[in-house]
C-alpha cells in the first residue's frame, strides 16, 4: 500500500513570495489533515478535511494561508505572503476515518526555509 | 485546552541499555494516547497508542508504554535498545469526545544511541 505523497521535498523562497505544497492522500483514506513543525517542536495542527469539508482549521493563520481538498483526495496547501517565522516542516497525514483515536499516517514533510 | 510536556529534549543510551521517555499531558477532558517516532529523513510513524482497557500497550519493536491517569503520564520504556532506535519520540493526545481527530503533540525526545 502506498503511503502518504508530498511535494516538493524542499522548498526556499524569499520572504513575502507564495508557495504552495502538495498531498496525495493513502488510497480510501476520507480524512487529510496538514501539521506545521517548527524546529525544536512537535507538530501543530493547521487544517483538518473531512472529505472535501474542513473539520478544524482553528490554527490556520488565514490572513496567508490556505488549503483546499476539491475533489476529496488530494490537497494543496498555500502560504502568500510568506513570513521569516513560517521556515518549518509541513506535515501531511491521514486516516481512514475522522473518528477520535484513528491511526494518522504521515508523509515525508516539504522543508520550507524562507530567506 | 490540552498540552503535552515530553521533559526531556535529548536522551543518550548506549546500546542494550534499557530507556525510558517521559510523557506528561494536561486535559480537562478524557483523552486517548500516543507515541509517534520519527527516524532521521523520514515521516512520522505510529509506535503505539492507548485507546482503553489494559493500560500497559506494546509496540511490536520491544517498546512499551504504561497510561497512568492519576499521574496524568503515559511514560515509553524498552528494556534493551539497538542502534536502530535512534530517532526522535514524540508524544501526543486526543481529546475523546471532540469532533476531529487532532493530535497535540510534546515537543519530541531525540534517542542518540551509542555503541
Known amino acids: 500500500e502506498a503511503g502518504v505523497a508530498q511535494s516538493p521535498r524542499y522548498k526556499i523562497i524569499e520572504k513575502r513570495q507564495s508557495v504552495a505544497f502538495w498531498c496525495n492522500p493513502i488510497?480510501?483514506?476520507?480524512?487529510l489533515y496538514w501539521y506545521q513543525q517548527i524546529l525544536g517542536q512537535g507538530p501543530k495542527l493547521l487544517i483538518q478535511?473531512?472529505?472535501?469539508?474542513?473539520?478544524?482549521d482553528s490554527q490556520l493563520p488565514k490572513d496567508r494561508f490556505s488549503a483546499e481538498r476539491l475533489k476529496g483526495v488530494d490537497s494543496t496547501l498555500k502560504i502568500q505572503p510568506a513570513k521569516l517565522e513560517d521556515s518549518a516542516v509541513y506535515l501531511c497525514?491521514?486516516?481512514?476515518?475522522?473518528?477520535?483515536?484513528?491511526?494518522?499516517?504521515f508523509g515525508p514533510g516539504t522543508r520550507l526555509t524562507v530567506l | 485546552a490540552q498540552s503535552v510536556t515530553q521533559l526531556d529534549s535529548q536522551v543518550p543510551v548506549f546500546e542494550e541499555a534499557p530507556v525510558e521517555l517521559r510523557c506528561n499531558y494536561s486535559?480537562?477532558?478524557?483523552?486517548?494516547l500516543f507515541w509517534y517516532v520519527q527516524y532521521p529523513n523520514q515521516g512520522l510513524q505510529l509506535l503505539l497508542k492507548y485507546l482503553s482497557g489494559s493500560t500497559l500497550v506494546e509496540s511490536i519493536n520491544g517498546f512499551e508504554a504504561e497510561f497512568n491517569k492519576s499521574q496524568t503520564s503515559f511514560h515509553l520504556r524498552k528494556p534493551s535498545v539497538h542502534i536502530s532506535d535512534t530517532a526522535e519520540y514524540f508524544c501526543a493526545v486526543s481529546v475523546i469526545k471532540a469532533a476531529g481527530n487532532k493530535l497535540t503533540f510534546g515537543g519530541g525526545t531525540r534517542v542518540l544511541v551509542k555503541p
Open positions: 486535559s480537562s477532558v478524557s483523552v486517548y
Open positions: 478535511f473531512q472529505n472535501n469539508g474542513v473539520v478544524d
Open positions: 488510497s480510501g483514506h476520507a480524512t
Open positions: 497525514a491521514s486516516s481512514s476515518t475522522s473518528g477520535v483515536g484513528d491511526t494518522q499516517y
